[in-house]
């Protein structure tokens, strides 16, 4: 069930205060959400839509599972299924104590949409549960109305992992959680993607 946009704001604000009183007072909260996004590794998980945009019908009423398929040391690659639709891919990439993503989006027959690899970088280290991505210059350069977006993936171990997108002035809003406590069976390779 998705949550009225007016309730964005207050819920925003009441999520980054919980996020920033529970966040570890060391300096390497990077280093705490990267190894628990990398416990995931090879595991699929089943989400729900809890916020979006008025109108907007892009994934309610759709199965959707995000599956860490694929980890490096510095890269973690997670197709995220709509549906049927295997088009989707967050890739992200540690860049020091600094965090890339990137949305890779793929046709069918595996070539590049002409829409991909827009997203951002993280502005700081985030926190031990969650880490922020700003539209960065190329995203602004390819989609001019997302220049104001901002990403947010929160992750609390055992829990649930959250994909949160925000265009700031907007109501574009979406939110969806994925539930830890229960892995789901694996996905087909996304498309472009040796199975």
Known sequence: MTRPATDLRAHL?????????????????????????QSLCGHAYAGSLVLAPPGDTAFAGKALVMHVRECTPTQVRIPFVVGDDLSRTWVLTRQGERLQLQHDHR????SADA??????????????????????DATAAMLPPAHA????????????FAYHLQRLGTERLFRIEFDLTRRVEAPPAPWGWTP
């Open 13 to 37: 604000i009441g999520a980054w205060l919980v996020l920033a009183a529970c966040a570890p007072a060391h300096a390497a909260p990077l280093d705490d959400w990267w190894s628990a996004l």
């Open 149 to 160: 977006n901002i990403w947010m993936m929160e992750l609390v171990s055992g829990k649930h």
């Open 107 to 110: 046709h069918e027959d595996g």
């Open 115 to 136: 829409i991909t690899r827009y997203g951002g970088t993280s502005s700081n280290r985030g926190s031990a549960t969650a880490q922020v991505f700003p539209a960065d």
